[in-house]
């Protein structure tokens, strides 16, 4: 709600930076019902989305397209999540096997919610009780990070035991063991 007690409206879709036709939402130029944003920096449109590496629109792809193709992620169950501290939660998923293993790809999110930056160690609990038995951070590979983390790169691989994942303010990582 507003602070005069009505309910917010979300924007239209805004397709292109700018325009008179409400950023290509319409090609008439006359007033529309819904609000238009007023990010002066125009960020928050689909062609600037589309063409920025780590944007939002790029990010819901690629998780989209990992969810089609990894059996974890289909099938797969959310094992646990771990509240690390007040800023961090971890959870895991995997096809769980017997003995506390997993059959095929695990996958471990990592989200900051913080104001400052934290680092994740791995080698100790709560952190520890997300990975299977059979899985181990030695070759962890980056699958997704959002826009603001600057340190990992998508399909690089790291070494998560010798050294903790280290999470900007605000920003997630998804590793796949």
């Known amino acids: 709600m507003s602070k005069n007690g009505e309910f917010k409206q979300m924007g239209v879709m805004q397709w292109y930076p700018a325009g008179k036709d409400h950023h290509g939402f319409s090609g008439n130029d006359a007033p529309i019902f819904f609000p238009e944003s007023d990010d002066k920096l125009e960020l928050d449109n689909y062609n600037t989305q589309f063409e920025t590496e780590n944007s939002a629109l790029k990010i819901y792809r690629k ?40 059959t095929g790809s695990t996958f471990i999110v990592a989200l900051n919610f913080g104001d400052k930056e934290q680092k994740i160690d791995f080698s100790i609990e709560p952190a520890s009780k997300l990975i299977p038995s059979n899985k181990d951070l030695l070759n962890a590979e980056i699958s997704v990070v959002t826009a603001n983390v600057t ?18 303010p605000k920003q997630a990582v998804l590793l796949k063991l």
């Open 63 to 102: 998780l989209a397209k990992l969810r089609q193709r990894d059996e974890a992620l289909i099938v797969g169950e959310t094992v646990r999540d771990e509240l690390i501290n007040e800023d961090v939660i971890l959870f895991s998923r995997y096809v769980q096997a017997v003995n506390n293993t997993a």
């Open 151 to 168: 340190d990992y790169r998508v399909r690089d691989h790291h070494n998560f035991v010798e050294s903790p994942l280290v999470l900007p």
